[in-house]
């Protein structure tokens, strides 16, 4: 494999151990509006745009999800998901990850298919400032995952070819993302995906954990 020169990480379930209270936020969310989904499926839908979610849960449920609605439910999910940020912390080796890449003068940015609202909560567990961090949020970009738009966005702001990037993300809407735009999709276990999973979807390796990728940082990548 040939050198890649920049790392485009996804954020909920890469770098922060976040899904779980994700889910939980959607789910109290949209009970609070009487649309009845497990949060199994919920889940599965975890790393996507909150639009594009709520477009397939309309889909699913056979409900019609207003403008409105889906504007309520995107500020209940921020408000549910706030109350839970005690609880959001740096998933095993994240920091030292980020550490290490930057002494080695890697590039990387944070692309994240949440708002700036949520992507700060995350960013303050890894001991990062948006106005310190490369950092690409929904809000950046016309069209959230699958879509490749968020890595391309950020493979522009580190001023590198999409195809010399690699896409670290826990879930298929990333390696899926990654596929669509050339870059080299890496996935982690650690927002509940498994293996096959993620190598249906694109993923060229998979590890557990941000630690387990620091590791073995030298099978993805040499330093330019």
Same mark, same amino acid.
């Given at each position: 494999?040939?050198?890649?020169?920049?790392?485009?990480?996804? /954020?909920?379930?890469? @770098?922060?151990?976040?899904?779980?209270?994700?889910?939980?936020?959607?789910?109290?969310?949209?009970? $609070?509006?009487?649309?009845? %989904?497990?949060?199994?499926?919920? #889940?599965?839908?975890?790393?996507? $745009?909150?639009?594009?979610? %709520?477009?397939? /849960?309309?889909?699913?449920?056979?409900?019609?999800?207003?403008?409105?609605?889906? &504007?309520? @439910?995107?500020?209940k999910h921020a408000?549910?998901?706030?109350?839970?940020?005690?609880?959001?912390?740096?998933?095993?080796? *994240?920091?030292? %990850?980020? &550490?290490?890449?930057?002494?080695?003068?890697?590039?990387?940015?944070?692309?994240?298919?949440?708002?700036?609202?949520? *992507?700060?909560?995350?960013?303050?567990? @890894?001991?990062?400032?948006?106005?310190?961090?490369?950092?690409?949020?929904?809000? !950046?970009?016309?069209?959230? &995952?699958?879509?490749? !738009?968020?890595?391309?966005?950020?493979?522009?702001?580190?001023?590198?070819?999409?195809?010399?990037?690699?896409?670290?993300?826990?879930?298929?809407?990333?390696?899926?993302? *990654?596929?669509?735009? &050339?870059?080299?999709?890496?996935g982690v276990l650690?927002?509940?995906? !498994?293996?096959?999973?993620?190598?249906?979807?694109?993923?060229?390796?998979?590890?557990?954990?941000? @630690?387990?990728? /620091?590791? #073995? %940082? !030298?099978?993805?990548?040499?330093?330019?």
């Amino acid at each position: 494999m040939r050198p890649q020169t920049a790392f485009l990480f996804d /954020l909920d379930g890469t @770098l922060t151990d976040s899904v779980y209270q994700n889910v939980s936020a959607w789910k109290e969310a949209l009970d $609070s509006e009487n649309i009845p %989904l497990a949060m199994w499926r919920i #889940h599965r839908k975890i790393g996507m $745009s909150g639009g594009l979610m %709520l477009k397939m /849960l309309s889909r699913e449920t056979g409900m019609d999800i207003s403008e409105a609605q889906a &504007k309520r @439910l995107s500020d209940k999910h921020a408000e549910a998901y706030r109350r839970t940020q005690g609880q959001i912390i740096a998933l095993p080796g *994240a920091v030292d %990850l980020l &550490k290490a890449l930057t002494e080695q003068d890697f590039k990387w940015c944070i692309a994240t298919s949440g708002e700036m609202e949520t *992507a700060e909560i995350n960013l303050r567990a @890894l001991d990062l400032k948006p106005d310190q961090s490369n950092l690409v949020t929904r809000s !950046d970009v016309t069209y959230g &995952k699958p879509d490749p !738009d968020l890595f391309l966005a950020a493979a522009r702001k580190l001023d590198t070819p999409i195809e010399e990037c690699l896409v670290i993300g826990d879930a298929i809407w990333d390696m899926l993302a *990654a596929r669509r735009c &050339k870059a080299t999709g890496i996935g982690v276990l650690s927002g509940g995906y !498994d293996i096959s999973e993620l190598e249906r979807a694109g993923a060229l390796r998979v590890y557990e954990d941000p @630690l387990a990728l /620091l590791n #073995h %940082l !030298d099978e993805i990548a040499t330093p330019s």
